[in-house]
């Protein structure tokens, strides 16, 4: 009777266990969305952590989504819900896009900030007694890290430099500055930040403002460009 009693506690403990295995199993076979696991899709391919946070920030619950060559986004599964621009759905084909090539939009948030060049250029006020400009790259490169490069014009006074905050004048004659450092993203009350700290000081813009594509700040224009960075 112990005997049997062993055999039917051991037929119990082996049957247990092979249940948790086919359950273990059964879950890791399991096809898993992207609101299971907490992340964004956008088209089938996962978005940059930077596009996470700011789909985070305006609201949009982790899962999949999509968007076509002309702005329409949706949840996948579902008719479009708006346009990238702020407007109405526009030029629907009716078809859910699937990849991200030929698809500006799809790339923006897959790849996030890695790869694109910041054209800027200063023009200077005719109220601050300089004659020339200036005007240069950032590139955004992978690895967090990023370059700099700028050149200056002629000059017979003094002129505002957006990227350090302080007035500079230029020694008669045009010069070109080389340099650098990390980049990483940040939080704020405003949205995630791209923010460089390198030789040059520290610049920060939202991530909103980059995806606008271009914008302006005093007597500095800003120009993004996508995939054009020189790493």
Not at 79 to 89: E, L
Not at 110 to 127: A, C, L, Q
Not at 175 to 183: L, Y
Request: charged fraction near 10%.
């Amino acid at each position: 009777m112990k005997r049997l009693l062993q055999s039917t506690r051991l037929l119990g403990q082996l049957l247990l266990i092979a249940f948790l295995s086919a359950a273990a199993n059964t879950y890791a076979n399991t096809p898993k969305n992207s609101t299971s696991t907490g992340k964004y899709t956008v088209n089938g391919h996962e978005i940059a952590p930077e596009m996470s946070m700011l789909l985070t920030f305006y609201g949009f619950a982790a899962g999949d989504y999509y968007v076509d060559n002309f702005g329409n986004y949706g949840k996948t599964g579902a008719a479009p819900t708006g346009n990238i621009s702020g407007g109405p759905v526009s030029n629907w084909s009716g078809k859910e896009p699937l990849g991200i090539a030929n698809n500006a939009y799809a790339q923006a948030y897959v790849n996030g900030v890695k790869g694109i060049r910041v054209f800027w250029v200063y023009s200077p006020s005719i109220f601050s007694g300089a004659t020339g400009g200036s005007s240069g790259y950032y590139h955004i490169c992978p690895g967090n890290i990023y370059h700099r490069s700028s050149e200056g014009g002629i000059s017979v006074g003094g002129e505002y430099d957006s990227t350090t905050g302080h007035n500079r004048s230029w020694a008669g004659v045009a010069g070109t500055r080389q340099g650098g450092g990390r980049w990483t993203i940040q939080n704020s009350a405003n949205g995630p930040l791209l923010v460089l700290t390198g030789t040059d000081g520290t610049h920060q813009v939202l991530i909103t403002t980059l995806l606008q594509g271009r914008w302006k700040i005093g007597q500095t224009s800003y120009a993004v460009e996508a995939n054009k960075a020189s790493c």
